[in-house]
């Protein structure tokens, strides 16, 4: 398996714009999270979903961001519009169930708002 | 909210020498994990402890919980230049509904030739 896979790695966009990024989590896990990653905050979890559906939105900061998984195969997170602040490394994970399961992490979109 | 802390923050050791990094947190746990991030990267996960285990060893990793003092310790004996990068604790509480990991602040290590 070529393991958890982000799209894309890096993103320049200005203030305002819309910006989708994109996971494809293993094949066969059943959870899938959107983490994100700054210096000040450290790494927080925005949502997760269990078998497509999500459980836990309260993470995902304000109406602005919005994520989707519309299959096993596939989820995205969205930021609309986007805002200088929402500069960070946005990390999606799988995990082939809840509970005694590491996680398997993305290489990370690592998104800059200019 | 992070529920993690480590400690300390950061640490310089010697190729060879022994790292210990320590974690504590706040509510009760399901299982508490590590993860190891080099710079760049994502997380990579190290080793898993389960609440009811006091101790666990993978290759050149030990770990120990004490869910009375809420505190886990992370070893890495033999320390190479390999093993630079940022260590991460991840507390599970396993909520009912489905667990997720909250991660701690992280301890950036350094493994000088």
């Known amino acids: 398996d070529a393991g958890v896979i982000q799209s894309p790695r890096h993103e320049v966009t200005e203030m305002g714009q819309e910006v989708t990024l994109r996971c494809k989590p293993i094949s066969g896990h059943n959870s899938l999270f959107w983490y994100r990653q700054t210096m000040m905050r450290g790494l927080e979890l925005l949502i997760y979903?269990?078998?497509?559906?999500?459980?836990?939105d309260s993470g995902m900061p304000e109406d602005r961001f919005s994520a989707k998984m519309p299959n096993a195969s596939f989820s995205t997170l969205k930021i609309q519009p986007s805002e200088p602040r929402d500069s960070a490394v946005y990390f999606c994970?799988?995990?082939?169930?809840?509970?005694?399961?590491?996680?398997?992490f993305g290489s990370g979109t690592r998104l800059t708002v200019v | 909210s992070q529920q993690g802390e480590e400690d300390p923050q950061a640490l310089s050791i010697q190729e060879g020498e022994n790292a210990t990094m320590n974690c504590s947190y706040k509510?009760?746990?399901?299982?508490l994990q590590w993860y190891r991030q080099n710079s760049g990267r994502g997380l990579v996960h190290l080793i898993l402890?389960?609440?009811?285990?006091r101790e666990k060893h993978s290759g050149r990793l030990r770990v120990t919980l004490d869910t009375s003092k809420k505190s886990s310790s992370l070893l890495i004996t033999a320390s190479r230049a390999a093993d630079t990068a940022s260590y991460f604790c991840a507390t599970d509480a396993g909520e009912t509904s489905g667990s997720r990991l909250t991660f701690g602040e992280g301890t950036q290590l350094t493994v000088n030739p």
């Open positions: 994970a799988s995990s082939p169930g809840t509970g005694f399961y590491g996680y398997t």
């Open positions: 402890i389960r609440s009811n285990e």
């Open positions: 979903f269990n078998n497509n559906v999500p459980i836990d």
């Open positions: 509510t009760s746990i399901n299982n």
